[in-house]
């Protein structure tokens, strides 16, 4: 990559750490560095010293001080020409680096509940999980794609108390009516709080394996992942394993014994917990001694570090579930397992409707099928045209909507600025692309490796010196759990792209083959980027 060859330098002279980033614009160069003032260096010198670097010399075409002693270095005709013809080489590799090899990470994301419908609060695991999988892939990690199915636990108590008492029959079972048992088991429990007890004794019943509870949580968990598999279609989202809650059942007895043989849990009024001394106590086992959220997960976390051998462990889940993680990551520090794996909570905001966020306790989930097809009709009606192209446009509008926004924020679904084609939305994004296809499809010359003779138009170098960014980009993005980075990214390339093409004629210009080269750069970086956030790409729009 560019930038290390540039560190490299700079080390040389400095023999320091130090960093490079990108300058807030292209007036302030393609990097810049503030190691002088960071170590109380003389600027000059530096530079001085850095223009006999031969190799930098072909590399960068100007180092410049600025400001209180920033030194500023500008790329070179030729590295960025070298770069375009390399993008038009590689094709769907350009992008792609080894700097995970040999590690692997295992990212765990979507985790919905069964027996609920795939409401719109998974929407967001699930859409930034997959591009953090992608990303890591792409910068060569191994990785594990791992849905974290919530399929155990006490409220599959309610659902069997519910089942049994109203004598409910597989055939007509839809996730609508098991939906509908919660809420009137809510409503019911509010006034009769003892029903809980009734609950927690069936949810005891299935964990000790009674076949009559085992045989409709089976029929239930069945239900559920067909539902789910046809909103992993619809989402074009593909996840290697769900190792749901209850396969660490039978793993569970093995940690409770650790955590006791390791003095780690203490018995506090019939329960079990883990006391930490920054966090309230997490339970391990009820007082009715049925397993906790809290147990499975330290089964996950073991069986994920025995089997992986991860260097990392990602989970992409809502920010309400922070405390939880902390403790969860804190008990594995007691336990001392994995001591030099990282294990990252990536929280999101949530998502709310305009009409105000839902719950399925209150009885309000926004089915999230409903939400897909409404974006694919709307994305209808944008061009007036149907079928596979409206389903790109408008599941790729609600990807974007999502990635382009830092994980953490949450956000109103706003229909306007998801299909917003004049804006920061994904079928700008596809738009784009789409229409520098078809120049490709106008021109009769054949693709050819540009020449540094050219000159090069403002607006031409822009986009050049952006797509020499992209390789380093995804690696940020990685390394900052940030998809946005690489939306933030591709919407400035898309504008500095169609800036050049509303200004500059591109067939029949003298410098066709020099500008169908970047166009034809252009419209793969757009597309590697794309692909890479999981958002398809229509050849025509
Ligand atoms: N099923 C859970 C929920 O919907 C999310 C699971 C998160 N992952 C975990 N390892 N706890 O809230």
């Known amino acids: 990559m560019i930038r290390n060859e540039i560190i490299g330098a700079i080390r040389k002279v400095v023999r320091r750490d130090i960093h490079l980033e990108f300058p807030e614009n292209f007036q302030h160069g393609d990097y810049s560095t503030n190691a002088a003032m960071q170590f109380g260096l003389d600027a000059k010198k530096i530079v001085l010293k850095l223009s006999k670097d031969k190799k930098l ?24 020409y070298d770069n375009l013809n390399m993008i038009n ?48 892939k792409v910068i060569g990690y191994k990785v594990i794609g791992d849905n974290h199915l919530g399929d155990w636990g006490t409220q599959f108590g309610v659902l069997l108390r519910q089942f049994t008492i109203y004598n409910l029959q597989f055939t007509d079972l839809t996730i609508d009516k098991l939906e509908d048992l919660y809420v009137r088991f809510n409503k019911s429990a509010k006034e009769n709080p003892k029903l809980w007890e009734e609950a927690r004794a069936w949810f005891a019943k299935l964990e000790k394996g009674d076949p009559e509870a085992r045989k409709i949580w089976t029929e239930i968990r069945k239900l559920s992942l067909e539902e789910f598999d046809e909103i992993y279609s619809k989402l074009g989202v593909k996840i290697d394993h769900e190792h749901g809650e209850s396969f660490y059942e039978d793993k569970i007895d093995s940690i409770v014994k650790e955590l006791r043989n390791k ?223 690489l939306c933030e990214y591709l919407f400035a390339l898309a504008g500095a792209y169609n800036a050049f093409y509303n200004k500059h004629k591109i067939i029949g210009d003298p410098n066709e083959a020099g500008r169908i080269a970047l166009t034809k750069a252009t419209v793969q970086v757009i597309k590697n980027g794309l692909l890479i956030l999981g958002i398809n790409v229509p050849e025509r729009m």
Do not use: C
């Open 57 to 80: 010399s072909k590399i960068v075409s100007k180092i410049e001080i600025a400001g209180p002693g920033f030194i500023n270095f500008f790329l070179s005709k030729k590295t960025l």
């Open 89 to 136: 080489l590689e094709k769907l590799k350009y992008g792609k680096s080894g700097i995970g090899k040999d590690k692997t990470v295992v990212v765990e994301y979507s985790s919905p509940n069964i027996a609920k419908r795939f409401s719109i609060g998974h929407l967001r695991s699930t859409i930034v999980g997959q591009a953090l999988y992608n990303f890591y």
């Open 263 to 485: 003095g780690i849990s203490i018995k506090s009024q019939g329960a079990e917990i883990i006391e930490f001394s920054d966090h309230p106590p997490a339970m391990i086992i009820k007082s009715d001694g049925t397993s906790t959220y809290f147990t499975r997960d330290l089964a996950q976390v073991k069986f994920r570090l025995d089997e992986y051998r991860p260097s990392k462990i990602i989970y992409e889940v809502g920010a309400d579930q922070t405390l939880h993680f902390r403790q969860l990551f804190s008990a594995v520090g007691k336990l001392g397992w994995g001591k030099d794996v990282e294990f990252v909570h990536i929280p999101h905001g949530l998502i709310q409707l305009e009409s105000g966020k839902m719950s399925t306790r209150a009885g309000k989930t926004i089915k999230l099928s409903e939400v897909l097809d409404k974006a694919i009709k709307k994305a209808s009606e944008l061009g007036a045209k149907t079928g596979p192209l409206a389903e790109k446009v408008g599941i790729g509008a609600i990807k974007w909507n999502d990635l382009k926004r830092e994980p953490k924020t949450g956000f109103t679904f706003n229909w306007d600025e998801i299909l917003n084609m004049q804006g920061n939305s994904g079928p700008y994004m596809q738009y784009t692309y789409a229409r520098a296809k078809s120049v490709l499809r106008k021109t009769k010359i054949a693709l050819k490796t540009v020449p540094y003779s050219i000159s090069l138009t403002t607006e031409e170098e822009v986009i050049l010196r952006y797509l020499s960014r992209f390789p380093e980009i995804l690696v940020n993005a990685a390394d900052n759990y940030s998809p946005n980075l």
